[in-house]
């Protein structure tokens, strides 16, 4: 048996991951869910978004899985993901971006992954105010976060048969910030032996919508990577069906990456298939190869009969209607 943390989050992420839970259980699996919470829904209570017990959790678990919680824009409490990240050293964003058919799209067959550095880079935080002229924030890129995050990407290219990693930076114009992640990228490539390419930022924007087929794995600083992957995102489909998982070097928190959707939150017409998906990712973390794939087959055949999708997903039925056909498809 495998003991999880869940944190349903708040806005839609109680019922999707209520609805993930079904999903997982549905394949026979053995896990023990701690649910804890987070959010501003605990400020009251605790003073802070993110409380002591669930780091302990998460820490006493190594696995965690997330519903969208609520970031404010501006102001309030710092966000919780990134709290999440730099308190458990959590230094992976890995976000696979696979088309599905039956799911309205401009583009067919990508097959694509975003290996984005999570501590540090602008998101770091550094930031202070010059009285009220303007604000600072400092971009922080070393030498050790650099070398993780792409020895990590190497290693998935070989372990998952990929044919090819691309570095993504600004060091024709950052050239001592993304001039170290770019050396960095290059030598450990090279000496891991992988193919390797790399390119600017904003060409890679570019040629991702123009012709997405030419990428395979991708590598990033922090804020590069949170851009590219939304983008990437909307070519398969939009935010509602994207997984994500932050792993670090013991610990790993899967996480559905769109956002909590107050305004339809509790009418039952939210999407679960990001979240169920990062199950899948977590899934195959914990060695359950096989229960992984009864559900990504089950979301394919539902995909493609597109008689049971949920609104957002060109279709007709709410979040439990989609759930029973998931459901249905797995046993």
């Given at each position: 048996?495998?003991?999880?943390?869940?944190?349903?989050?708040?806005?839609?992420?109680?019922?999707?991951?209520?609805?993930?839970?079904?999903?997982?259980?549905?394949?026979?699996?053995?896990?023990?869910?701690?649910?804890?919470?987070?959010?501003?829904?605990?400020?009251?209570?605790?003073?802070?978004?993110?409380?002591?017990?669930?780091?302990?959790?998460?820490?006493?678990?190594?696995?965690?899985?997330?519903?969208?919680?609520?970031?404010?824009?501006?102001?309030?409490?710092?966000?919780?993901?990134?709290?999440?990240?730099?308190?458990?050293?959590?230094?992976?964003?890995?976000?696979?971006?696979?088309?599905?058919?039956g799911?309205?799209?401009?583009?067919?067959?990508?097959?694509?992954?975003?290996?984005?550095?999570?501590?540090?880079?602008?998101?770091?935080?550094?930031?202070?105010?010059?009285?009220?002229?303007?604000?600072?924030?400092?971009?922080?890129?070393?030498?050790?976060?650099?070398?993780r995050?792409?020895?990590?990407?190497c290693?998935?290219v070989?372990?998952?048969?990929?044919?090819?990693?691309?570095?993504?930076?600004?060091?024709n114009?950052?050239?001592?910030?993304?001039?170290?992640?770019?050396?960095?990228?290059?030598?450990?490539?090279?000496?891991?032996?992988?193919?390797?390419?790399?390119?600017?930022?904003?060409?890679?924007?570019?040629?991702l919508?123009?012709?997405?087929?030419?990428?395979?794995?991708?590598?990033?600083?922090?804020?590069?990577?949170?851009?590219?992957?939304?983008?990437?995102?909307?070519?398969?489909?939009?935010?509602?069906?994207?997984?994500?998982?932050?792993?670090?070097?013991?610990?790993?928190?899967?996480?559905?990456?769109?956002?909590?959707?107050?305004?339809?939150?509790?009418?039952?017409?939210?999407?679960?298939?990001?979240?169920?998906q990062?199950?899948?990712?977590m899934?195959?973390?914990?060695?359950?190869?096989?229960?992984?794939?009864?559900?990504?087959?089950?979301?394919?055949?539902?995909?493609?009969?597109?008689?049971?999708?949920?609104?957002?997903?060109?279709?007709?039925?709410?979040?439990?209607?989609?759930?029973?056909?998931?459901?249905?498809?797995?046993?």
């Open positions: 048996m495998y003991k999880v943390t869940l944190i349903p989050g708040d806005g839609i992420g109680p019922e999707v991951s209520n609805a993930m839970v079904k999903v997982v259980e549905a394949t026979g699996v053995d896990i023990e869910w701690e649910k804890v919470e987070a959010g501003a829904d605990v400020i009251d209570e605790f003073g802070v978004p993110l409380p002591d017990y669930v780091i302990d959790s998460i820490k006493k678990n190594k696995v965690a899985i997330k519903g969208p919680i609520t970031t404010p824009v501006g102001k309030g409490f710092k966000s919780v993901n990134v709290t999440l990240r730099q308190e458990l050293d959590l230094y992976v964003n890995l976000r696979p971006i696979k088309s599905f058919q799911i309205k799209s401009r583009y067919e067959g990508i097959d694509l992954v975003i290996v984005r550095e999570n501590t540090e880079d602008l998101y770091a935080g550094i930031e202070h105010k010059i009285g009220d002229y303007g604000a600072e924030s400092i971009k922080l890129i070393t030498r050790p976060a650099c070398e995050i792409v020895e990590f990407a290693k998935y070989k372990d998952n048969n990929r044919r090819k990693l691309t570095g993504v930076h600004k060091a114009i950052m050239k001592l910030s993304d001039g170290l992640f770019l050396d960095v990228f290059r030598e450990v490539a090279q000496k891991s032996g992988v193919d390797y390419d790399d390119l600017i930022v904003d060409a890679a924007a570019m040629n919508v123009i012709n997405p087929d030419k990428f395979d794995v991708m590598v990033m600083p922090n804020l590069y990577g949170d851009i590219l992957s939304d983008l990437c995102a909307g070519l398969v489909g939009g935010l509602g069906i994207i997984p994500g998982a932050n792993i670090g070097e013991d610990v790993a928190v899967f996480e559905a990456v769109h956002g909590s959707a107050p305004d339809i939150a509790g009418k039952n017409i939210a999407n679960p298939t990001a979240l169920i990062s199950a899948v990712m899934l195959r973390y914990l060695g359950e190869y096989e229960n992984a794939d009864k559900i990504e087959r089950a979301l394919e055949k539902v995909f493609e009969e597109g008689t049971r999708l949920t609104v957002d997903l060109g279709g007709n039925v709410g979040t439990s209607e989609f759930v029973d056909a998931l459901i249905e498809k797995i046993k």
